[in-house]
């Protein structure tokens, strides 16, 4: 039976959505352009659960920011400060293994780890901060480098993307995260982030890193002074470049925190742009599988409606997440494994633990074991 929504001018998208049919950029523009937020979220709700049934992944992972030092003065950014700050900082390579192993006990599967542009930390450095994690936690997957750190450290090493990359991944580099994308639109780019790679650059940054078989995540920033053609542009792009290599796994949609940057004039985004995003990122990238509700970035209460909005990961345990702490985020920087199985059991949703590449994790109190 058909739902009685709101918008009329959703029935054809609903009709698309039962179908399995792809949307079009005139679809993505009619979602974002209707404040029928229920209609969105129950066909969005439909795509979730026909993908993931009633499963909510999540990961124990931790956060690992090496510097906060970055060459770059992007107006969005409430975290990379010059070298010359009295507050920046630079971890050595010990401080980073340590940072890796405190608070270890929780066993986590994945270290994320992403940091400033710094102007004299090189390739062989990070190749030497990879190869030390490897060595002290071998079982450990390590997430690291957003497409923009990739460019830059080839830029500096005067090697090619491809070389780089090479040369991360035979260090201990398992996959990337997704950041740095903001808004594709070079409009906006030009006012956020015009110290940035631009989105063409991007897109061929994460091309070159799945044609070496590493998986990458990919994000979006929104709620700052894009438009809604702004955003389904990037959500399109996003899917031509799966639909090109597969190398996508998770699409995070990222709430800009204006506190503490130049665009602090800016209003913060409301629940309801949350749930909106989370939703219409569902129903557009028809072929990445897995749609995280970041808490940290959108509150765990957020988060957790997320997972009836399209939805279905809602991160993991994080620990000492700086990015969007500095930027006024005012979720804790830690959940610890049992808040997450709490949060995700009270949406109706099966918790079900995931390594980086969603491989499920069984796990006894001191050991866990990824089920290849």
């Not at 009836?308 to 494994?337: H, W």
């Amino acid at each position: 039976m058909q739902p009685n929504f709101e918008d009329q001018r959703l029935v054809p998208i609903l009709e698309k959505v039962v179908a399995g049919t792809r949307l079009s950029f005139d679809d993505g523009l009619s979602l974002y352009r209707s404040q029928d937020l229920l209609a969105i979220g129950y066909m969005a709700n439909i795509v979730r659960e026909r993908l993931h049934g009633s499963r909510t992944y999540f990961n124990v992972n931790r956060h690992i920011n090496p510097t906060d030092v970055c060459v770059a003065s992007c107006r969005l950014c409430a975290f990379g400060k010059k070298a010359r700050d009295p507050k920046a900082y630079t971890m050595s390579l010990e401080q980073v293994w340590e940072t890796a192993g405190r608070g270890y006990s929780e066993a986590a599967t994945e270290f994320h780890i992403v940091g400033g542009l710094h102007p004299e930390l090189t390739v062989d450095w990070f190749c030497q901060m990879l190869r030390g994690l490897k060595e002290r936690f071998p079982q450990v997957h390590l997430k690291a480098f957003t497409m923009v750190e990739i460019s830059f450290l080839a830029q500096r090493a005067k090697l090619s993307i491809r070389e780089t990359l090479q040369r991360l991944k035979d260090a201990g580099m398992d996959s990337m995260p997704g950041g740095g994308a903001e808004i594709f639109s070079e409009r906006v780019r030009r006012i956020i982030c015009d110290h940035k790679i631009d989105g063409d650059e991007w897109l061929n940054v994460a091309r070159e890193a799945h044609g070496i078989g590493l998986k990458s995540n990919c994000t979006m920033l929104y709620g700052h002074i894009e438009n809604d053609e702004d955003r389904v542009d990037h959500l399109v792009r996003l899917r031509s470049l799966q639909d090109d290599t597969n190398g996508l796994v998770t699409f995070i949609p990222l709430a800009f925190h204006p506190d503490n940057t130049a665009l602090a004039h800016l209003d913060k985004t409301t629940g309801f742009m949350d749930l909106k995003n989370i939703a219409i990122s569902r129903l557009m990238l028809d072929n990445i599988p897995h749609i995280k509700a970041y808490w940290i970035m959108m509150t765990p209460r957020i988060a957790q409606i997320a997972q009836r909005f399209g939805a279905n990961d809602i991160d993991g345990t994080v620990v000492e997440e700086k990015i969007y702490r500095d930027a006024g985020s005012e979720s804790g920087q830690s959940l610890r494994r049992a808040e997450l199985l709490r949060l995700i059991r009270e949406s109706g949703r099966e918790p079900f633990e995931r390594d980086t590449l969603y491989r499920p994790v069984e796990r006894t109190e001191t050991h866990f074991t990824v089920l290849v």
